[in-house]
């Protein structure tokens, strides 16, 4: 790729110069007292001194780029650019004999008094020397404006790329996490299935039925990181209704969810992994029946996740004590991924007995929704 060019164009050079050469004349007529006849005749005819270095920058960019100031080697450059100087004072000096003779032609004047070409009488040495030297200055400065804006361009360009690289890292390993949760879970279902079907094969069929409507609704978004938390109830339910067949009755699940949190974003295979957790870890020893409660609340930016269970409670009170398993073990490493340091999940043990898990998210909307004003709803509870 070119690198692109942004040294001053003709047009700009050009007015610079006129400026250059206006601000001169005004100065010197001021400091002398001169008066004139043909304010537009002097002023071109002063401003022939400066015409030849209008057609002389372009050349002098080149030159104090191929032999920059202020890099390393700058005194051997600075030698070439002055051996320079002189032919290219001298060719200013020769254009400017030219521009005044035409403008001289142009009013039918005297053009400049001057017998000879070389050599150049020494006010015109020190006239053309300054203006060279200011020319090789301006140079300078702008190649250095011009490395300073281009290093800025890739310092920005690199960061760009280094967060796109980070942003693609991180949905690679969001990924490897999700495939690592989906072969457990259903490799959890089969080996239930597989123990259902001796004593009860049509229960087992059905099971079988229902474990294809979880994995059509857990393919249904593809691999995408997020998906809308009422997508995620529907999963988690299709799930539920999985084990039902296997607990023959004796499992009640309940869902409390504020209506306002259906189109609020959350990590996909959230809630399938704790609910799953619960029944096996946390309504282990019971006979009877046990009951699980998903809730979703907001509270102030923030969405709440519990899922509560009325088992016999985890051996340590303490999430970082407990030995977790491959579906907790795979959320709590995409959270940390996805949201790190704004999020928490904590697992405790509850006085009346049971476990609860509470998972607190940054509170995100679905992009095709739009945020609903905070106010008090009252949970709207659904049971299977």
């Not at 904590?346 to 006085?351: A, K």
Request: charged share 20%.
């Amino acid at each position: 790729m070119r690198k692109p060019n942004h040294y001053p164009g003709h047009t700009t050079l050009f007015v610079v110069w006129q400026l250059l050469a206006v601000v001169s004349y005004v100065r010197y007529a001021i400091e002398a007292g001169a008066t004139t006849n043909n304010l537009v005749r002097d002023l071109l005819d002063w401003s022939t001194c400066y015409y030849p270095w209008f057609l002389l920058t372009p050349l002098l960019f080149r030159l104090e780029r191929r032999f920059p100031l202020g890099e390393a080697g700058w005194a051997k450059n600075l030698i070439v650019l002055a051996t320079i100087s002189l032919p290219m004072s001298w060719l200013a000096y020769a254009t400017t004999i030219v521009f005044d003779s035409g403008v001289s032609f142009a009013f039918h004047r005297s053009p400049l008094a001057t017998d000879k070409l070389w050599p150049m009488p020494l006010r015109e040495v020190v006239l053309e020397q300054a203006l060279y030297w200011t020319t090789v200055g301006a140079a300078c400065v702008i190649r250095k404006l011009i490395e300073l804006r281009e290093k800025e361009r890739l310092a920005a360009q690199l960061a760009l790329e280094k967060l796109e690289i980070e942003a693609s890292l991180r949905r690679s390993e969001l990924e490897m996490l999700r495939m690592r949760l989906n072969p457990h879970f259903l490799f959890n279902s089969l080996q239930n299935i597989s123990a259902l079907a001796r004593r009860d094969p049509d229960a087992a069929s059905q099971m079988l039925a229902r474990l294809g409507d979880v994995l059509r609704a857990a393919l249904r978004k593809g691999g995408e990181a997020q998906t809308t938390l009422a997508a995620e109830i529907a999963l988690t339910k299709a799930y539920i209704a999985v084990e039902q067949i296997r607990f023959a009755g004796r499992l009640s699940v309940l869902f409390e969810i504020e209506p306002e949190l259906e189109s609020a974003e959350v990590p996909g295979f959230l809630l399938q992994p704790l609910v799953e957790n619960a029944m096996t870890h946390g309504l282990r020893g019971i006979e009877l029946g046990g009951t699980i409660w998903v809730r979703g609340i907001r509270e102030n930016s923030s969405l709440v996740l519990t899922v509560r269970d009325n088992g016999s409670g985890p051996s340590a009170e303490s999430i970082a004590n407990l030995e977790m398993g491959i579906g907790l073990g795979s959320t709590c490493e995409r959270l940390d991924r996805m949201y790190p340091g704004h999020h928490s999940l904590s697992l405790q043990r509850l006085p009346e007995g049971g476990t609860e898990v509470r998972i607190v998210l940054p509170l995100e909307w679905d992009s095709d929704s739009k945020e609903k004003p905070p106010h008090e709803l009252s949970p709207v509870t659904h049971r299977r």
